[in-house]
């Protein structure tokens, strides 16, 4: 019996720190594959009832020292952050769930997220939206909270530039075949000269401000506060930029500042 128990234990500490996930945020030498691949005809995931993982759903696990924990329950759940990818180092290799990682398919890796979990993914850089089936654990790096299959990120436009400020919400399986007909997904942002990037709603107009002179204390600008008097709101915008790479740029200069809760908006 406890060589048994010891077996289980090694298996599920290979399974989790060593998934696949763990290395885009550790090591230099993953890439995307060679020549030209065209991810448009890949289709989203299909969010589908499915078993939880036997390996992969422990109530806590521990990588590089810190303890994740594992969502009993993740309906609802939403969050905003950086996303990153992962190719063809790990291509072939198994992941937390016992999956062989597939960098072709649209999967993704979460830390504690129940596997397998459906998850719509939003690039807040350019509105871009999939759909990806989470089968894996990471990344295990500090300020990004989902790793992306290839194929993922290139359709989401991640792959040119490593990471992006994304939002991602968990999909509810089983209503999910009761509502079949979904959103379409995003388009980017419309023609020159109409761009803003969203940044946040205040109902004290001080706030609004406050943000609005950190962001120029940085240089950026134009920051413009927008109130909405039937609302009592004050909505705090940077724009308008000519082009889209006007606004992805401004868009990578604000993670930098620590600012990930934003969004492009076309007018």
Request: one cysteine or more; a positive charge; charged letters at 25%.
């Given at each position: ?90 291509h072939g290799r ?164 620590g600012i990930s ?7």
């Amino acid at each position: 019996m406890v060589n048994k128990r010891l077996s289980l234990t090694l298996l599920l500490a290979l399974l989790l720190g060593g998934c696949s996930s763990t290395g885009p945020a550790f090591v230099n030498d993953d890439a995307a594959p060679t020549g030209h691949f065209d991810a448009s005809g890949i289709p989203d995931a299909v969010p589908k009832p499915e078993p939880r993982s036997r390996y992969g759903n422990p109530k806590s696990y521990v990588v590089f020292g810190k303890e994740y924990r594992v969502m009993e329950d993740a309906r609802g759940f939403r969050e905003s952050g950086i996303a990153s990818w992962y190719g063809t180092k790990f291509h072939g290799r198994r992941t937390s769930s016992g999956e062989p990682y597939d960098m072709y398919k649209m999967t993704a890796a979460h830390k504690s997220l129940p596997l397998p979990s459906y998850v719509r993914v939003t690039n807040k850089r350019n509105g871009k939206s999939v759909i990806v089936r989470v089968n894996d654990r990471g990344p295990f790096h500090d300020g990004r909270i989902i790793d992306l299959s290839y194929a993922a990120a290139l359709k989401l436009d991640v792959v040119a530039t490593g990471t992006a400020p994304v939002e991602i919400e968990v999909i509810d399986v089983d209503t999910w075949a009761a509502a079949p007909a979904q959103a379409p997904a995003k388009t980017p942002p419309g023609p020159a000269g109409s761009l803003y990037i969203q940044l946040g709603a205040f109902s004290e107009s001080n706030n609004a401000l406050g943000l609005k002179s950190r962001l120029e204390g940085a240089g950026i600008r134009p920051v413009r506060v927008a109130e909405e008097t039937d609302r009592r709101l004050y909505r705090v915008r940077v724009g308008p930029f000519e082009s889209a790479d006007r606004a992805d740029e401004t868009a990578l200069r604000l993670v930098a500042l620590g600012i990930s809760d934003f969004h492009i908006v076309a007018e």
